[in-house]
């Protein structure tokens, strides 16, 4: 069981339960245990540091007469002393490092279940990065075939099917498609750990987005041999749910430390200057004099603090709607992985589906590589689309970056009104129309007041398509306009004002002609007292729309729903429920995914949408916490946070 509560773009926070009723919270990292070393116990894993799964290597076990026995005869919790989430593997690692195992998948799968694995994994078969094509497309039929064996023996246990397919993004989809039909519980995504070993991150992108996009977003993620602090942030910003960490327990044996920036050598290093539990108070020529294997057990129990702490650091972004931020920072730590971060741009498109139409915080720019946001490509796309300007003339301001809007322009903005123009400011984001300024995610935004040249091209490139386009009588510049601002906006220009906003993030939100069934006949606005700004819209007299003052977005009203639901054919904007939830949402009950039939694609995240019954009526609005295919596959959870019920 997998249930999404909270999420940024395409991370999640998740709540995974086990057929055997234990529960984690993802994203999570699995610390390694080796059953013959334990270099930190599994008891500490779980008391100490709080890992609430781990993961353990079955085909090790198996070839350990005296690890098999115990194994069978006490089960795999009890042995290990651990009470949490055990995953085990199936030694397909091992014949990666080792060549052939001795082994058959129905035995390991089998052994697996015997011993009383919480998740245990097929035999899949590791696709390396230097096979060809055809070797690795014939050699994911087997890996298909196995774990369809591997779903028909798995009884009580939870079954990892592995994503295979080397650095080929079509193969790696196409297998996710297959595995998603199966009965399969959690998706690793294997063959993953050459690629991490020799930096190739921009094809890691590929395979990870690659997967992702056969997967359905109903069953964690999990990316098999990834577990050094430095790319959690990164992977778990495109989806993937659950890590594993062997090598906090291998450098350690080499004297290796790792830190959120890369790993370094005991004997490279100048100074220890850590502060977490098992470092603290420790000087690095103290270590170094350390005994050997005290030493060991520092170094691993430092790295898991690493880990441990990164982990938090990267929930607690993914909470406040910044996961981007970390990951961008973060992967700075090597061009390598900068060049992942660039790659990730070419998926745009796609992430874009998932990405919430508004955030919690504002965007706060990091570097060119900010630009590729899927946030971006929806404001570039919409301003082309959704835009209707209310003059054909275009006056350009050139925002300071720091404070780029709106109150800085108030009475440039009116004088350019007063002469017939559209205020527009050339911005980061590009052109940014007066009356959008104060919406998600053009307010607040923070960028550097010196600008990176290959953003200001590639702003100045969209300025200019969208000038092109909208603005048909002429482009002049703000400051070229006549100087003859004469005292405060009217009243009647001030409600001018206040009608093109209301029309332009009407449209920018829902889309053109919504806008005009919400917005028909005479608009009236009620505003707030402390900052003048609107807060409510009535349309002939009726209250259809309210303005947030957060994001400057609109809540709809039952009113408005009903406008929408009268004028714009089905499926636009609605989230269709079965007859047994109408009563409850109608009174403001929240929309749970079990309950939904049909679902507009193009909501996204924090999106309004309109849900009505099996013959379209309205009965609530909300706010949607997911997107149609994550509804359709999850089994529990909310899919729209009810506002407001018909009753
Ligand atoms: N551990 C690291 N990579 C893999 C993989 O591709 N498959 C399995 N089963 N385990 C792994
Ligand atoms: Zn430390």
Redesign the pocket.
């Given at each position: 069981m997998f249930e999404i509560t909270k999420r940024d773009g395409m991370a999640r926070i998740g709540k995974f339960t086990t057929t055997s009723g234990r529960t984690i919270e993802t994203p999570a990292l699995l610390p390694v245990i080796n059953p013959k070393i334990k270099t930190v116990t599994p008891r500490e894993l779980y008391d100490e540091f709080g890992f609430g799964a781990m993961i353990t290597n079955s085909y090790i076990i198996k070839n350990t007469p005296a690890l098999k026995e115990e194994a069978q005869s006490k089960g795999l919790h009890e042995m290990l002393d651990y009470p949490g989430i055990i995953m085990t593997?199936?030694g397909?690692?091992q014949s990666?490092m080792y060549g052939e195992v001795e082994l058959t998948n129905k035995e390991i799968v089998e052994f697996q279940r015997s011993i009383g694995t919480d998740i245990g994994?097929v035999l899949?078969i590791?696709t390396e990065p230097f096979w060809t094509k055809e070797q690795t497309a014939e050699s994911i039929v087997e890996t298909l075939k196995r774990t369809e064996e591997a779903v028909s023996l798995k009884g009580e246990m939870m079954i990892?099917g592995?994503i295979?397919g080397s650095v080929f993004p079509d193969l790696r989809e196409d297998c996710a498609r297959k595995l998603a039909e199966m009965d399969i519980d959690v998706h690793?995504i294997?063959?993953?750990?050459p690629l991490m070993e020799q930096y190739r991150y921009s094809e890691l992108v590929d395979v990870i987005v690659s997967s992702k996009m056969g997967l359905n977003p109903n069953r964690p993620v999990h990316l098999?041999?990834a577990g050094h602090p430095m790319i959690l942030a990164f992977a778990t910003l495109m989806g993937c749910d659950l890590f594993d960490s062997a090598s906090y327990a291998k450098f350690a044996k080499d004297d290796r430390m790792m830190f959120i920036d890369g790993t370094f050598r005991l004997q490279d290093m100048q100074s220890l200057d850590c502060n977490c539990p098992a470092c603290r108070g420790m000087t690095l020529e103290t270590l170094k004099k350390t005994e050997k294997n005290e030493r060991i057990r520092i170094i691993a129990r430092h790295n898991l603090y690493q880990i441990k702490q990164e982990l938090s650091l990267v929930k607690r972004y993914l909470r406040e709607g910044r996961l981007w931020e970390l990951a961008e920072v973060r992967c700075r730590a090597h061009p390598a992985m900068l060049d992942g971060l660039r790659k990730l741009r070419e998926y745009q498109d796609f992430m874009e589906r998932f990405d919430p139409i508004s955030r919690e915080s504002a965007i706060f720019y990091t570097g060119i590589e900010t630009r590729g946001r899927p946030v971006f490509k929806r404001y570039d796309d919409r301003i082309m689309t959704r835009y209707i300007p209310p003059t054909k003339k275009a006056a350009l301001f050139y925002g300071g970056q720091n404070k780029p809007y709106s109150r800085f322009f108030v009475s440039d903005f009116v004088n350019a009104r007063r002469q017939g123009y559209t205020p527009v400011v050339i911005s980061p984001f590009g052109p940014v129309p007066a009356e959008l300024d104060e919406m998600y995610p053009i307010a607040q935004s923070m960028f550097p007041s010196i600008e990176d040249t290959d953003t200001e091209n590639e702003s100045d490139e969209l300025s200019l398509a969208f000038l092109e386009k909208h603005f048909t009588e002429g482009v002049v510049n703000g400051s070229d306009l006549e100087p003859e601002y004469n005292g405060e906006p009217t009243d009647e220009e001030i409600k001018d004002n206040d009608t093109k906003r209301v029309w332009a993030v009407a449209r920018y939100q829902f889309g053109i002609e919504a806008a005009e069934a919400l917005l028909k006949g005479e608009l009236t606005f009620r505003k707030s007292r402390k900052t003048g700004k609107i807060r409510n819209v009535f349309s002939d007299g009726e209250h259809v729309l309210s303005m947030r003052a957060g994001d400057g977005f609109f809540t709809l009203r039952m009113e408005g729903a009903k406008r929408i639901v009268e004028n714009i054919p089905a499926p636009r904007m609605r989230v269709q429920v079965a007859d047994d939830a109408v009563p409850f949402i109608s009174q403001g009950r929240n929309a749970f995914c079990q309950f939904v039939t049909a679902v507009d694609e193009e909501l996204v995240p924090m999106d309004e949408a309109i849900i009505v019954d099996k013959d379209d009526r309205p009965v609530g609005t909300g706010k949607m916490l997911l997107v149609k295919n994550e509804i359709f596959s999850m089994k529990k959870g909310i899919a729209v946070k009810t506002r407001t019920g018909s009753d």
């Amino acid at each position: 069981m997998f249930e999404i509560t909270k999420r940024d773009g395409m991370a999640r926070i998740g709540k995974f339960t086990t057929t055997s009723g234990r529960t984690i919270e993802t994203p999570a990292l699995l610390p390694v245990i080796n059953p013959k070393i334990k270099t930190v116990t599994p008891r500490e894993l779980y008391d100490e540091f709080g890992f609430g799964a781990m993961i353990t290597n079955s085909y090790i076990i198996k070839n350990t007469p005296a690890l098999k026995e115990e194994a069978q005869s006490k089960g795999l919790h009890e042995m290990l002393d651990y009470p949490g989430i055990i995953m085990t593997d199936s030694g397909t690692f091992q014949s990666h490092m080792y060549g052939e195992v001795e082994l058959t998948n129905k035995e390991i799968v089998e052994f697996q279940r015997s011993i009383g694995t919480d998740i245990g994994t097929v035999l899949d078969i590791f696709t390396e990065p230097f096979w060809t094509k055809e070797q690795t497309a014939e050699s994911i039929v087997e890996t298909l075939k196995r774990t369809e064996e591997a779903v028909s023996l798995k009884g009580e246990m939870m079954i990892n099917g592995v994503i295979q397919g080397s650095v080929f993004p079509d193969l790696r989809e196409d297998c996710a498609r297959k595995l998603a039909e199966m009965d399969i519980d959690v998706h690793p995504i294997g063959g993953v750990v050459p690629l991490m070993e020799q930096y190739r991150y921009s094809e890691l992108v590929d395979v990870i987005v690659s997967s992702k996009m056969g997967l359905n977003p109903n069953r964690p993620v999990h990316l098999f041999g990834a577990g050094h602090p430095m790319i959690l942030a990164f992977a778990t910003l495109m989806g993937c749910d659950l890590f594993d960490s062997a090598s906090y327990a291998k450098f350690a044996k080499d004297d290796r430390m790792m830190f959120i920036d890369g790993t370094f050598r005991l004997q490279d290093m100048q100074s220890l200057d850590c502060n977490c539990p098992a470092c603290r108070g420790m000087t690095l020529e103290t270590l170094k004099k350390t005994e050997k294997n005290e030493r060991i057990r520092i170094i691993a129990r430092h790295n898991l603090y690493q880990i441990k702490q990164e982990l938090s650091l990267v929930k607690r972004y993914l909470r406040e709607g910044r996961l981007w931020e970390l990951a961008e920072v973060r992967c700075r730590a090597h061009p390598a992985m900068l060049d992942g971060l660039r790659k990730l741009r070419e998926y745009q498109d796609f992430m874009e589906r998932f990405d919430p139409i508004s955030r919690e915080s504002a965007i706060f720019y990091t570097g060119i590589e900010t630009r590729g946001r899927p946030v971006f490509k929806r404001y570039d796309d919409r301003i082309m689309t959704r835009y209707i300007p209310p003059t054909k003339k275009a006056a350009l301001f050139y925002g300071g970056q720091n404070k780029p809007y709106s109150r800085f322009f108030v009475s440039d903005f009116v004088n350019a009104r007063r002469q017939g123009y559209t205020p527009v400011v050339i911005s980061p984001f590009g052109p940014v129309p007066a009356e959008l300024d104060e919406m998600y995610p053009i307010a607040q935004s923070m960028f550097p007041s010196i600008e990176d040249t290959d953003t200001e091209n590639e702003s100045d490139e969209l300025s200019l398509a969208f000038l092109e386009k909208h603005f048909t009588e002429g482009v002049v510049n703000g400051s070229d306009l006549e100087p003859e601002y004469n005292g405060e906006p009217t009243d009647e220009e001030i409600k001018d004002n206040d009608t093109k906003r209301v029309w332009a993030v009407a449209r920018y939100q829902f889309g053109i002609e919504a806008a005009e069934a919400l917005l028909k006949g005479e608009l009236t606005f009620r505003k707030s007292r402390k900052t003048g700004k609107i807060r409510n819209v009535f349309s002939d007299g009726e209250h259809v729309l309210s303005m947030r003052a957060g994001d400057g977005f609109f809540t709809l009203r039952m009113e408005g729903a009903k406008r929408i639901v009268e004028n714009i054919p089905a499926p636009r904007m609605r989230v269709q429920v079965a007859d047994d939830a109408v009563p409850f949402i109608s009174q403001g009950r929240n929309a749970f995914c079990q309950f939904v039939t049909a679902v507009d694609e193009e909501l996204v995240p924090m999106d309004e949408a309109i849900i009505v019954d099996k013959d379209d009526r309205p009965v609530g609005t909300g706010k949607m916490l997911l997107v149609k295919n994550e509804i359709f596959s999850m089994k529990k959870g909310i899919a729209v946070k009810t506002r407001t019920g018909s009753d």
